[in-house]
Each structure stands twice: as C-alpha cells, then as structure tokens.
C-alpha cells in the first residue's frame, strides 16, 4: 500500500491520494479495509476507488462522490495501468468545490501515476 497523503486542498477539502497492487475485488475489499484502519481515513468523506483487473476489467465505487470513480478509471484506461487500485479520499470541507472537485481527482489520480512511473 502506498499512501502519498494530502495533496491539494481547495475551499477547506483536503484530498489525498493512496493506491496498491490488487488482482481482485476481494483484495480491493481488503485494501479498503485496511486503508480506513487509520482513523482519519475512515472518517472522511469520500473514499473514491478504481481499478482495471486483469481478470475482470473495470471496477469503481463513487462512495457519495458521484462521478468521481470514472475519472480515475478514465485515467488509468489511458495510461494503461491494470491491477492497481488508486483511492482518492476527500474530506469535506463545508463549502461546494462543482466542477473543480473532478480536476482535484485527475491532479490527485496523476501524482499516484507519476509515482509509479518513477
């Protein structure tokens, strides 16, 4: 598992991005678990997921942020990336971010990446 932590805030919202090695839902299951093990991200509020398993394609969940998942899904497709789960978390900070809260998970989705491209 890595957790890069916080990456951007906007209007109070903290977004942080983690991710890992996963070959199925099970361990995606599993991942999540663990990653809200650490109490700050249990209590956020969004935890948004995608992956693309080698074995049974794409799979997102928005957790209450809708669309989010696909945009993460959209960048890995694009990328290429397969059997990796990219969480971006959310904690909500009072004030409506519209639009902009899909750039956060594309600027949050692309340092994952860049990490993983080294």
């Given at each position: 598992?890595k957790?890069?932590g916080?990456?951007?805030?906007?209007?109070?919202s903290?977004?942080a991005?983690?991710?890992?090695?996963?070959q199925?839902?099970?361990e995606?299951?599993?991942?999540?678990?663990?990653l809200?093990t650490?109490r700050?991200y249990?209590?956020a509020?969004?935890?948004?997921?995608?992956?693309?398993l080698s074995d049974?394609g794409?799979?997102k969940?928005?957790d209450g942020e809708?669309?989010?998942g696909m945009?993460?899904?959209?960048?890995?497709?694009?990328?290429?990336i397969?059997?990796?789960?990219?969480?971006?978390?959310?904690?909500?900070?009072?004030?409506?971010?519209?639009?902009?809260?899909?750039?956060h998970?594309?600027?949050?989705v692309?340092?994952?990446v860049?990490?993983?491209?080294?």
């Amino acid at each position: 598992m890595k957790k890069l932590g916080q990456i951007l805030t906007d209007k109070g919202s903290k977004y942080a991005v983690s991710g890992g090695v996963v070959q199925s839902r099970a361990e995606i299951d599993a991942f999540m678990k663990v990653l809200k093990t650490d109490r700050s991200y249990a209590k956020a509020t969004h935890n948004t997921w995608g992956a693309i398993l080698s074995d049974g394609g794409p799979i997102k969940a928005d957790d209450g942020e809708s669309g989010a998942g696909m945009v993460i899904l959209r960048i890995l497709e694009r990328e290429q990336i397969f059997d990796q789960l990219i969480v971006v978390t959310r904690w909500y900070g009072g004030k409506k971010l519209g639009g902009d809260r899909f750039r956060h998970v594309q600027t949050c989705v692309a340092a994952y990446v860049d990490v993983l491209r080294g």
